[in-house]
């Protein structure tokens, strides 16, 4: 069940009835049971799982806020939690790549396992490993409330794609939920209906491009391979960005604010800033539970940049079981060493000149993390400098990027970004109701009307 579909329309219809029906105090039971819902109409034998990583996550945490005196049981209950988590996640995610790998290795055949990837593995464990993290530091207090617990690691608008939630951020708003908010049902409406055009109408069309191009980069032109290139940039942005107003849109309907995931990103002037802006979830996270506890950038200089490499290979590997996301990562971690290094030795460089490089650079990292394999990858760096084949334009894939390029060039200009957006709210409740009905009927238009072709959202592969 996917966002922007009639399936998922009527889900949230039935959700908004029940909470309508019963009495506050059964909310967050009722968030839980249609989470959970929500993620058995993937594939209703994970529910176990799900269930699984939620008790340890809580025993756990429970067991750390016992223990907060006895360091080595406390210890014990985090590295179990964390250890637990990566376990699940080595199973279900990189089994295969590593049986691969070594069957290589030690030059012998090797069979696959059969296991499938649970949507949404890596959002979920990370979660709770943050969860874990933050009651051993002391940051919060371990989570008393199964159901409040259960419920954090499983509510469906963040739970398959992200944002990556803090725990500190969403438990306190269980205890202060109160109901509707028109404020908030305003402006989710917005951000909702927003976050569908982005994918809708713009990532799923501009897939209808991008798929072949990258999928057989050797028989196109230079010329084509470099808008297919512009084309897959723009698209996993509104792809994911999209996803991420949409989960924000839907928790802001239900009283809920969720951290904001994107922040103009192909505005950065560097790749540190570059990373400030995109999927801020996963970046902060890194930062907070991998780079910092690594040492961050107080250990000696030549160990900050093993810091950097090591912090952005693994979330390059957090990605997908797969080498060509290991090149990416390792792509990003080397520019950040590169800029660490050049800001350390007082460089600097004009504004545009800076985005201009920082635009080339992210953008051509994108071949290895699109591409299938590294014979791919090679194929279309290949074909960007000197290509020659079939020359492909399609005239609404120009329109398209026009029109992206436009939003950016205006909020370049206006200095402020879409998650941060003002909304002058209606003076009376009366015109607000009128506001948000006329956004549900936008909603159900573009469901009426949008391209009968939708792409599952790119990052529930991750």
């Known amino acids: 069940m996917i966002f922007s579909s009639v399936d998922f329309l009527l889900f949230f219809i039935g959700l908004i009835a029940a909470l309508w029906l019963v009495s506050k105090r059964f909310h967050a039971w009722v968030l839980l049971l249609f989470s959970y819902a929500f993620y058995a109409v993937w594939d209703v034998r994970f529910l176990l799982l799900l269930g699984f990583v939620s008790w340890v996550g809580y025993a756990c945490g429970m067991a750390i806020e016992r223990n907060h005196q006895h360091h080595q049981k406390k210890n014990t209950a985090l590295w179990l939690g964390i250890f637990s988590m990566l376990l699940v996640l080595g199973y279900f995610k990189y089994a295969n790549f590593f049986i691969d790998n070594a069957a290589v290795l030690l030059a012998v055949q090797a069979e696959n396992l059969d296991i499938i990837l649970p949507v949404g593995l890596s959002f979920f464990t990370f979660q709770v490993i943050s969860y874990l993290v933050d009651v051993w530091r002391g940051d919060i207090r371990a989570c008393t409330s199964k159901k409040e617990f259960f419920l954090y690691v499983a509510f469906f608008p963040q739970l398959v794609a992200g944002p990556i939630v803090r725990a500190k951020d969403f438990l306190p708003q269980l205890q202060q939920h109160v109901g509707v908010n028109w404020d908030y049902i305003y402006l989710g409406a917005q951000i909702f209906a927003l976050g569908f055009i982005q994918k809708v109408f713009i990532a799923d069309r501009l897939a209808m491009f991008c798929d072949p191009v990258f999928a057989m980069p050797s028989l196109y032109d230079a010329a084509t391979l470099w808008l297919g290139l512009l084309a897959y940039a723009v698209q996993i942005f509104c792809d994911f960005s999209g996803y991420s107003h949409m989960a924000i849109g839907i928790a802001l309907l239900l009283g809920f604010k969720l951290p904001e995931n994107f922040r103009m990103p192909y505005l950065a002037t560097s790749v540190a800033e570059f990373w400030r802006r995109w999927h801020i979830s996963l970046s902060s996270w890194l930062r907070d539970y991998l780079y910092i506890p690594l040492g961050g950038s107080r250990v000696a200089p030549s160990m900050i940049y093993v810091n950097l490499m090591i912090t952005m ?28 290094a050049w800001k350390a030795v007082g460089g600097d460089m004009p504004a545009l000149p800076a985005w201009g490089l920082c635009f080339l650079f992210v953008l051509l990292t994108w071949v290895p993390f699109r591409c299938v394999d590294f014979e791919t ?13 079939i020359r492909w334009m399609m005239p609404q894939v120009l329109g398209l990027l026009a029109l992206v390029a436009a939003v950016h060039i205006v909020m370049a200009y206006k200095q402020q970004h879409i998650g941060a957006w003002h909304v002058s709210l209606p003076i009376s409740e009366k015109v607000k109701i009128l506001h948000i009905a006329a956004w549900f009927w936008l909603v159900m238009a573009l469901l009426v009307w949008s391209p009968t072709h939708s792409s599952p959202f790119i990052y529930f592969q991750f």
Not at 381 to 389: I, K, R
């Open 313 to 340: 290979l693994l979330g390059g590997l957090w990605h997908g079981a797969s080498w060509n996301f290991v090149l990416w990562g390792a792509m990003h971690g080397l520019a950040l060493c590169v800029h660490r």
């Open 377 to 389: 990858s090679l194929s279309y760096f290949s074909g960007l400098c000197s290509g020659e084949g």
